[in-house]
């Protein structure tokens, strides 16, 4: 059996030996092993991905490298990520179903796990550079925030569960120190394996020269370190969602720890700023102000609906040991101006942490492909320097955009700066 071996990095000749043993796949697929159409699908920065086509259906195999595949064997990285990129996923299917996709099978010691084939969804960074609409996007980006961050904290867990699954994330080292120094840190000096567009660089030499901003960003980052309010995907970026016209998903929690309850909804909201700025390189000026406006709505209705779910689970599934109903409620009080005051909080420091992203994006190491396409360097740097330069405002003046009106005005404002 699959799980009795050593780890082997496979590939496509030798996947369809190493799972045709296993039923809970071939009873997905179908047919004689030997036969299945493999195909390898991984682009990303990490990892091995695979679809597995048989006589009755298809699905994704994943398995973990012991390296960094963009970078290659001189940066090593532990197996064990893909167990807590399972463990995520089994979370994330109890806390908010229907989102993520359902695990069938999984081999700890391969570091590999089979999961159900999203069909007909594709990338939504592509769709966001191709111009194509997707219905009710930020409000299920928001809804799906809020469930993780309400029922993965002690709002709703009891005490001995939050802290034995906290216990348990710990040991997954390894990937948040990526976090703390790609998106935190590197942005910020010259690291060795950072990389901009040349012609942006007077932009980050300034940036760089921002005391304030750093020491903004490390005490973000303390938080980020210290909190453990709740269980994160820890990558919420348009590479992570799939969708259709009408469905969404979202797929690749391996940076899931615990963390701050803002950091996921900052992130996904830093991705579509992104995906905002570059628009006038990918879209003809007749069509580029309707699909602007749009992905402003979809920021809009992302904090709208996180909001709203938010205050729905704290009336309705407030079990935890937090703001506990016999200090409130059964006593004659309120408790909504708690929470109303929790989520201002929220929504800060999801700002500040959404203004990390766009600039880690463009000045560190796993850039997006909304700029890193644009071929004309030029346009790309004026593009990212918009950006970096809002990023910079809600890092810095969070409360000065908690209105969303403010927040849309804002990025309209730089949308129309020449600054480089």
Sequence with gaps: MA????????????????????NEVVDRVGGDPSV????????GN??????VTGTTGSVVVKQALPYVRMVGESWPLPL???HFEYYALVRQAKRAPGIAPEVYYFDKPQALFVMEYLHPHTILRRKLINGEQVS??????GEFCARMAFRGSELSLSSPEKKADVGLFSGNVAIPAITESLVFTDPYYGAE????TPELSPVVDELRRNARLKAKVQRLLMKFTANTETMLHGDLHSGS????ESSVRVIDPEFSQYGPMAFDLGMAVANFFMAYFSQPAHRNQEALEEYQTWILGVIAACFTRFDAEFRHLWQTERTGILFPKALFEE???SADDACDALLEEIRLDALAYCGIEMHRRVLSLAHNADFEEIEDTALRAKLEARNVLMGQALILEPEAYRDLTALTELAKAYNQQEVL
């Design 36 to 43: 299945w159409d493999i195909r390898e699908v991984g682009d």
């Design 241 to 244: 969602i799939m969708a259709t």
């Design 136 to 141: 009710r996007l930020g409000e299920t980006i």
């Design 193 to 196: 394996m950072n990389r901009h």
């Design 46 to 51: 990490l990892n091995l991905v695979f679809i």
């Design 3 to 22: 799980h009795e071996q050593p780890y082997q990095a496979l590939d496509v000749d030798t996947l369809a030996q190493r799972l045709g043993g296993v």
């Design 80 to 82: 064990y990520r893909a």
């Design 331 to 333: 006593q004659g009080n």
